[in-house]
């Protein structure tokens, strides 16, 4: 009685063990889960082209860096050049007297002396 009473758990936990896995593997080949899947591996292999291509853009930036500079020292090229200074725009109001020429930095209309608008004459 004891061995039937062994024989019949033992094959009872064997079926729930299978039913188990059976369950498991229908419920993963089912279209939601294949689509959360595929979705999960997307996002990983994305990132990771990411993460290289970041990586390969850091390097590329370095490699032009360390180029540069060695392009530099070998045609005498100073890296810091002094900026010319800024333009000013000369604002002449007689042309027949070039030395009265007044320098104005903006040369936007509400700065000068005479209003540009039309509707003002009439």
Request: charged residues 30%; without cysteine.
């Amino acid at each position: 009685m004891f061995r039937r009473t062994f024989w019949f758990s033992t094959g009872v936990a064997a079926g729930v063990w299978a039913t188990t896995k059976v369950n498991r593997k229908l419920k993963q080949l089912t279209p939601e889960s294949l689509a959360a899947t595929a979705a999960n591996k997307a996002l990983e292999t994305g990132a990771r082209l990411k993460d290289r291509a970041v990586g390969f853009a850091l390097d590329v930036r370095d490699n032009m860096a360390r180029r540069e500079a060695e392009l530099e020292e070998a045609l005498g090229i100073h890296t810091d050049p002094e900026l010319p200074a800024p333009r000013r725009y000369a604002a002449i109001e007689n042309r027949s007297t070039p030395k009265n020429a007044q320098y104005i930095e903006n040369t936007t209309y509400s700065q000068t002396k005479h209003s540009y608008n039309r509707n003002e004459d009439h």
